[in-house]
């Protein structure tokens, strides 16, 4: 395993614990390496009840990947509403929404070709 799959694999993780943390619902993550001129490898998107949830699931992320791993998102968008939080970790992008936000734009559908793994919560 490179160098990079291995940080990729830890960021994912520790974005996951974070997400799980504030049970956040929903949670997919899409593959997009195989993907011509995609923006990054890892979509993960996941949504909350309100705009308080997705709130803290976006502090959640930003504190264990903070914690754990010492690094920060490059970018984070939409937290002023809370209806869609973008957080661009470079390679993994995090995009957090109420229910029917991610409804009404359907990235996963948009982004048919990327392999989808669904993760499953026991909340």
């Known amino acids: 395993m490179t ?53 803290a699931i976006v502090n959640s992320v930003q504190k264990k990947v903070s914690k754990t791993l010492r690094d920060k998102p490059w970018h984070i968008e939409g937290s002023e509403n809370a209806e869609w939080v973008l957080m661009d970790y470079v390679n ?16 996963e559908s948009l982004w048919g070709d990327a392999k989808m793994t669904e993760i499953k919560t026991s909340y």
Do not use: P
Not at 92 to 107: A, S
């Open 3 to 55: 160098k990079e799959n291995k940080s990729a694999d830890q960021l994912i993780t520790t974005i996951l614990e974070g997400i799980e943390d504030v049970k956040g619902q929903h949670i997919n993550i899409l593959d997009l390496r195989d993907i011509e001129n995609t923006v990054c490898d890892y979509f993960i998107v996941c949504e909350g009840t309100s705009n308080t949830q997705v709130n």
């Open 92 to 107: 993994v992008v995090v995009h957090v929404f109420q229910k029917h936000i991610r409804e009404y734009y359907d990235i």
